[in-house]
T-cell receptor, first 110, second 112 residues
Framework: GENVEQHPSTLSVQEGDSAVIKCTYS??????FPWYKQELGKGPQLIID?????GEKKDQRIAVTLNKTAKHFSLHITETQPEDSAVYFCAASRGGQLTFGSGTQLTVLP | NAGVTQTPKFQVLKTGQSMTLQCAQD?????MSWYRQDPGMGLRLIHY???????DQGEVPNGYNVSRSTTEDFPLRLLSAAPSQTSVYFCATGQGFGQPQHFGDGTRLSIL
């Protein structure tokens, strides 16, 4: 089955700096790659996604890049703010099954 | 518009007891799924459904049953609870494969 590895597990940045979270996947047939943000006591919330026919996607301060050859994808958050502090999960999907990475605890220091 | 509603929010069970976790959605989504979240392991898929009357197993289905009699509801049953099933359970819905999934706020389950 699919295996998704996510790094780093924890990340601290100064407010205003950029944050990058990286994921690799094992199944070359995976074709949908979402990123979720989870705040304490809440369910994961989709923040951005990318499909295998696209190399990069941006939404304001958030961007995702996908390298199908290397089977890795990354989340980039620019101009970080304290409200960006949360756990971020990457995921990869083939058919009906979504496989998640183990999560990154992002802390934005004021 | 409630989105995805999970009940109960918290539950404590004794080993061997049975329980049903409820999930209801009002978004008319065909695809529904159940995940469990354990520390350091992300979310793992338990079961999923692509429509009423159709269910399939995910990565960790053992010890859990599901059924889908309506589009709106997708209950998860624990027939004989075990301490290893202590976890946070999330229900998610979406329009189909490879589409954004909308998660509920979870059920926190402890089994003693």
């Amino acid at each position: 089955g699919e295996n998704v590895e996510q790094h780093p597990s924890t990340l601290s940045v100064q407010e205003g700096d950029s944050a990058v979270i990286k994921c690799t996947y094992s199944d070359s047939a995976s074709n949908y790659f979402p990123w979720y943000k989870q705040e304490l006591g809440k369910g994961p919330q989709l923040i951005i996604d990318i499909r295998s026919n696209v190399g990069e996607k941006k939404d304001q301060r958030i961007a995702v890049t996908l390298n199908k050859t290397a089977k890795h994808f990354s989340l980039h958050i620019t101009e970080t703010q304290p409200e960006d502090s949360a756990v971020y999960f990457c995921a990869a999907s083939r058919g009906g099954q979504l496989t998640f990475g183990s999560g990154t605890q992002l802390t934005v220091l004021p | 518009n409630a989105g995805v509603t999970q009940t109960p929010k918290f539950q404590v069970l004794k080993t061997g007891q049975s329980m049903t976790l409820q999930c209801a959605q009002d978004m008319n989504h065909e695809y529904m799924s159940w995940y469990r979240q354990d520390p350091g392991m992300g979310l793992r898929l338990i079961h999923y459904s692509v429509g009423a009357g159709i269910t399939d197993q995910g990565e960790v289905p053992n010890g859990y049953n599901v059924s889908r009699s309506t589009t709106e509801d997708f209950p998860l049953r624990l027939l004989s609870a075990a301490p290893s099933q202590t976890s946070v359970y999330f229900c998610a819905t979406g329009q189909g494969f490879g589409q954004p999934q909308h998660f509920g706020d979870g059920t926190r389950l402890s089994i003693l």
